[in-house]
């Protein structure tokens, strides 16, 4: 009797053993979060914005990132939806455990491309983090680009964070040659980044430990 208990209390030991390497070694899988650039009009000082988070991200313990530029997807305009999936775009969205979108402000709203690109995937998105970067001229920093990107986000499946990072009057942030010049932007960048690394790694466990069954 005796020797059972302590093959149970070996055998709980070993489970516990094993428990804590697994945690281990989830915690230190390397998290992809690619950063998407939402437009393509020449001469974009978002450009700008989104090199700087994907240069942060690029920093940050663990992560590994790319730019996406979707002026640079063979996207056709003839048709939408997964109908024009474009391979690349969707194996590292599909690759991806969170995702960053900057999107300038135009007119209040988003650009059409930056729709036409997400609206080319689906099951991609499920249940992984999104955090969004506006960007304007003027002073509000695209917080209404934001409001108007965070339904889509949701329909799309994405989990959007709570930080937002916002880049107003984006030419005095930025000189013509991309050098930030408001140094400011790094703490809040490092604030949003740090929610977003934590969403994704508690999506991540979610997706491939938790059943919806």
Same mark, same amino acid.
């Given at each position: 009797?005796?020797?059972?208990?302590?093959?149970?209390?070996?055998?709980?030991?070993?489970?516990?053993?094993?428990?804590?390497?697994?945690?281990?070694?989830?915690?230190?899988?390397?998290?992809?979060?690619?950063?998407?650039?939402?437009?393509?009009?020449?001469?974009?000082?978002?450009?700008?914005?989104?090199?700087?988070?994907?240069?942060?991200?690029?920093?940050?313990?663990?992560?590994?990132?790319?730019?996406?530029?979707?002026?640079?997807?063979?996207?056709?305009?003839?048709?939408?939806?997964?109908?024009?999936?474009?391979?690349?775009?969707?194996?590292?969205?599909?690759?991806?455990?969170?995702?960053?979108?900057?999107?300038?402000?135009?007119?209040?709203?988003?650009?059409?491309?930056?729709?036409?690109?997400? @609206?080319?995937? +689906? *099951? %991609?998105? #499920?249940?992984? &983090?999104?955090?969004?970067?506006?960007?304007?001229?003027?002073?509000?920093?695209?917080?209404?680009?934001?409001?108007?990107?965070?339904?889509?986000?949701?329909?799309?499946?994405?989990?959007?964070?709570?930080?937002?990072?916002?880049?107003?009057?984006?030419?005095?942030?930025?000189?013509?040659?991309?050098?930030?010049?408001?140094?400011?932007?790094?703490?809040?960048? @490092?604030?949003? +980044? *740090? %929610?977003? #690394?934590?969403? &994704?790694?508690?999506?991540?466990?979610?997706?491939?430990?938790?059943?919806?069954?």
């Amino acid at each position: 009797m005796l020797s059972a208990v302590f093959s149970k209390h070996s055998d709980a030991q070993i489970q516990g053993r094993n428990f804590t390497e697994e945690k281990v070694m989830e915690a230190s899988r390397t998290l992809f979060i690619p950063v998407i650039l939402g437009t393509a009009r020449m001469g974009r000082m978002s450009l700008h914005a989104a090199e700087l988070v994907a240069g942060e991200l690029g920093k940050c313990e663990g992560v590994a990132t790319d730019l996406i530029d979707i002026a640079k997807l063979p996207l056709p305009t003839n048709d939408a939806g997964e109908a024009i999936k474009q391979p690349d775009f969707s194996t590292k969205v599909s690759k991806a455990d969170a995702l960053v979108v900057v999107s300038p402000e135009y007119n209040h709203g988003y650009s059409g491309l930056l729709k036409h690109v997400l @609206d080319s995937c +689906l *099951k %991609e998105y #499920i249940h992984k &983090a999104v955090g969004i970067v506006g960007v304007s001229a003027g002073p509000f920093g695209g917080t209404r680009v934001i409001q108007n990107l965070l339904p889509v986000m949701r329909e799309l499946g994405l989990v959007t964070i709570f930080w937002d990072v916002n880049f107003s009057s984006v030419r005095k942030v930025f000189a013509d040659d991309g050098k930030l010049l408001d140094e400011s932007y790094i703490r809040r960048i @490092d604030k949003f +980044l *740090k %929610e977003l #690394i934590w969403m &994704a790694k508690t999506l991540r466990h979610g997706r491939e430990q938790v059943s919806l069954d």
